[in-house]
């Protein structure tokens, strides 16, 4: 499956960007990661094809996944923006409930979202 994201860009602390990541076939496990200069790629969200989502303690409550399965698309709309969550975001698509990188096997190229102070 190949994923192709969009939508990042510049935005100033406290405001708000969307992510959207489209597949070309059907995907079961959707997840966005997301990698800071310097720093390991991380778990941010996941949603089951089913409905059910997962996220990383620091954008809860901030950040929300969403899909529409019929288009094989996933989307990351991102609230409440922090400098920290500066990071070039990549949507990934795997077969396991898991936060860990290893278990996707389909990544987008990556998206640079820049939150400024």
């Known amino acids: 499956v190949q994923l192709q994201a969009s939508g990042g860009g510049l935005v100033q602390a406290g405001g708000s960007l969307s992510l959207s990541c489209a597949a070309s076939g059907r995907t079961y496990i959707m997840a966005w990661f997301r990698q800071a200069p310097g720093k390991e790629r991380e778990f941010v969200a996941l949603?089951?094809?089913?409905?059910?989502?997962v996220y990383a303690d620091s954008v809860k409550g901030r950040f929300t996944i969403s899909a529409d399965n019929a288009k094989n698309t996933w989307y990351l709309q991102m609230n409440s923006l922090k400098p920290e969550d500066t990071a070039v975001y990549y949507c990934a698509a795997g077969n396991l409930i898991l936060r860990s990188a290893t278990a996707y096997d389909s990544w987008g190229p990556g998206t640079l979202v820049t939150v400024s102070s």
């Open positions: 949603i089951v094809r089913s409905g059910g989502t």
